[in-house]
């Protein structure tokens, strides 16, 4: 598949904007950071990480890896050094420090670079040699079994999918504004549905199919 699969935040964001399209993501991540509890950023989490572990299976583990790029190695370097700051903090710094740097500064990492090109390059004529190249693009991933079950809702996926017309910031507003009692509904449904599905796995991994 191309490009890189979406990030929780972005999936939230462009949920977001089917209801208010003219939301912005300064206002969008404001909602995400502080206005959402876990359980709110729960289904969009379990989602992004759903969406690179299919990525992830779209390629071949067995493909060597690209090199880093000589702004990632000064990257890294740059984190070890200013393990105080915060990940976003450290990215902007790190960006700004590369930036500010001349040709004689960034010499090394683009030397690292290409050494570690090199090596890839290497690595590729051999993996294309091997003829595991065109297996892998013959037969390409296996794809998941439509008939595998589909893994049980949270509570709070239930209740959103319910109240989805009203969006998804108003949803989150009023998860976090019910009772205990109000929301063991939904969680008394969701229990339901893992004990359904946790019965249909059996079944279907007894079949011989999982």
Known sequence: PGGRPLGAFQLFHADL???????????AREVWESKMSDADRAPYTDLAGRN??????????????????????????????HRG????????AA????????????????QQEARLRQEYNARMR????????????????????????????????IFQAEAKASGVSAASA????????????YRARAAAEKEAYEKKMAAYSSSGKA
């Open 126 to 157: 051999e993996y294309r040699a091997s003829g595991k190249e065109a297996a892998w693009d013959a037969d390409g991933p296996v794809p998941e079994d439509p008939e595998k079950p589909r893994k049980p809702r949270t509570a709070w996926n």
């Open 17 to 27: 904007r089917e209801t208010a399209p003219s939301v912005t993501e300064a206002v």
């Open 85 to 92: 700051l915060k990940l976003t903090e450290m990215a902007k």
């Open 52 to 81: 690179r572990a299919r990525r992830k299976a779209a390629v071949d583990p067995e493909r060597p890896k690209g090199p880093l790029t000589a702004f990632v190695l000064f990257q890294q370097e740059w984190q070890k050094e």
């Open 95 to 110: 960006g700004k420090r590369w930036a500010e740097m001349g040709d004689p500064e960034r010499l090394p990492y683009r």
């Open 174 to 185: 009023k998860w976090r504004s019910m009772t205990a009692d109000e929301q063991a509904v």
